[in-house]
Antibody, heavy 119, light 106 residues
Framework: EVQLVESGGGLVKPGGSLRLSCAAS????????MNWVRQAPGKGLEWVSS????????FFADSVKGRFTISRDNAQNSLSLQMNSLRVEDTGVYFC????????????WGQGTLVTVSS | SELTQDPAVSVSLGQTVTITCQGD??????GSWYQQKPGQAPVLVIY???NRPSGIPDRFSGSSSGDTISLTITGAQTEDEADYYC??????????FGGGTKLTVL
């Protein structure tokens, strides 16, 4: 059974940093592109970042470019999102999601971890 | 680029409803559809031209034409009341989501 479990969320002040993690199991983690998607309270889904299976390619939404970095450890089946210079508008639930190559769909999602940026 | 969805759609129980998603990226990349209920993670319901993951009822179907993809629910049930989001790859390696459609089943 495919499982994605996020952790690392919490309350942080504007300008602060936070590192999110996603533990994957039930599939060959090194075979899939992985993504972070966030959802502000009461708002829609926003794609944040993706990383290819071998970490060769990383992409970021314009709203987080230069502040967030994405990484993965295929030996440990883990995905990370380092978030720096956090802003109030970064508040929301952060989901990790597995992507499949052929059609680009996000076929499995974690339950999310809440990040609150507030003074 | 952006994906545009109607913010809200309603359907009577047992009737058919279509939710659409429009955007330039859909001319180049496949789209997919996600259902999200309050407090839950999104669930993939349609991907590619018209593919359903296992466990998704066959009342859900998809279609595509030009810069628009559509999700159709034939015989809507109360449990289909949810937010629906479209998504696709985009230029420069980015991905993009539509703003979401809130489906109400009357």
């Amino acid at each position: 059974e495919v499982q994605l479990v996020e952790s690392g969320g919490g309350l942080v002040k504007p300008g602060g940093s936070l590192r999110l993690s996603c533990a994957a199991s039930g599939f060959t983690f090194s075979s899939n592109t992985m993504n972070w998607v966030r959802q502000a309270p009461g708002k829609g889904l926003e794609w944040v970042s993706s990383i290819s299976s071998g970490s060769s390619y990383m992409f970021f939404a314009d709203s987080v470019k230069g502040r967030f970095t994405i990484s993965r450890d295929n030996a440990q089946n883990s995905l990370s999102l380092q978030m720096n210079s956090l802003r109030v508008e970064d508040t929301g639930v952060y989901f990790c999601a597995r992507e499949r190559d052929q059609y680009g769909e996000f076929d499995y999602w974690g339950q999310g971890t809440l990040v609150t940026v507030s003074s | 680029s952006e994906l545009t969805q109607d913010p809200a759609v309603s359907v009577s129980l047992g009737q058919t409803v279509t939710i659409t998603c429009q955007g330039d990226s859909l001319r180049s990349y496949y789209g997919s559809w996600y259902q999200q209920k309050p407090g839950q993670a999104p669930v993939l319901v349609i991907y590619g031209q018209n593919n359903r993951p296992s466990g998704i009822p066959d009342r859900f179907s998809g279609s595509s034409s030009g810069d628009t993809i559509s999700l159709t629910i034939t015989g809507a049930q109360t449990e289909d009341e949810a937010d629906y989001y479209c998504n696709s790859r985009d230029t420069g390696g980015q991905r993009v989501f539509g703003g979401g459609t809130k489906l109400t089943v009357l």
